[in-house]
């Protein structure tokens, strides 16, 4: 069953996130017991800061009633995603990947706001001086990098074959002439 295959690959990456997440969040919650006060882990270039997120990615809020909204939406994109997922041919190990990172990172968001009404907990704060990056966690970390691939995957199955060009093969970027890249 091609499932299963992808699953081989598809379940520990999510497994792993998703524990990742949830361990580093717990220990940033002891460690780190009042919100909002940064310690410098790296100078000032990597802090960690505690902080609850009610909201959305870069504290996107959309008023008292988020919490459910956001959970409504994590639950129809997890759907759109497994959707991908069941359609994923055997072997496409790059998209298998991706799919196990946004969803590994949007389980483990989930969580925190089915756990809490306080939001998501989020605790890198990575900059320098006043210019900082909005602080996140493993989940925004595996969500990010798993939409990026996600959409060069798709961008390159969508894309028509064309000489010479670097593409898609069984889930590796591939010259035409075969080769890995």
């Not at 690959?9 to 969040?25: C, G, R």
């Not at 017991?33 to 009610?54: A, C, H, K, Q, S």
């Not at 602080?135 to 969508?158: H, K, P, Q, R, Y």
Request: proline letters at 4%; aromatic letters at 8%.
């Amino acid at each position: 069953m091609q499932r299963s295959r992808n699953g081989r690959f598809f379940w520990p990456i999510l497994i792993a996130v998703v524990a990742s997440d949830v361990v580093t969040k717990a220990v940033a919650v002891q460690a780190l017991d009042v919100p909002r006060v940064p310690r410098e882990m790296i100078g000032e270039w990597l802090r960690f800061t505690l902080v609850y997120n009610p909201g959305a990615a870069f504290g996107l809020h959309v008023g008292e009633h988020s919490r459910w909204v956001f959970m409504a939406l994590t639950v129809g994109a997890l759907l759109i995603l497994g959707r991908l997922y069941v359609s994923t041919k055997d072997g496409e190990r790059t998209r298998v990947m991706s799919l196990a990172l946004v969803c590994g990172g949007a389980l483990g968001n989930l969580i925190d706001r089915v756990r809490s009404a306080r939001g998501v907990v989020d605790f890198l704060d990575v900059g320098v001086g006043d210019a900082r990056w909005p602080t996140f966690n493993v989940a925004d970390m595996a969500v990010s990098v798993g939409a990026f691939l996600l959409a060069i995957v798709l961008w390159a199955e969508d894309r028509p074959p064309e000489p010479g060009r670097i593409g898609m093969v069984s889930g590796e970027l591939r010259h035409e002439s075969g080769e890995a890249t």
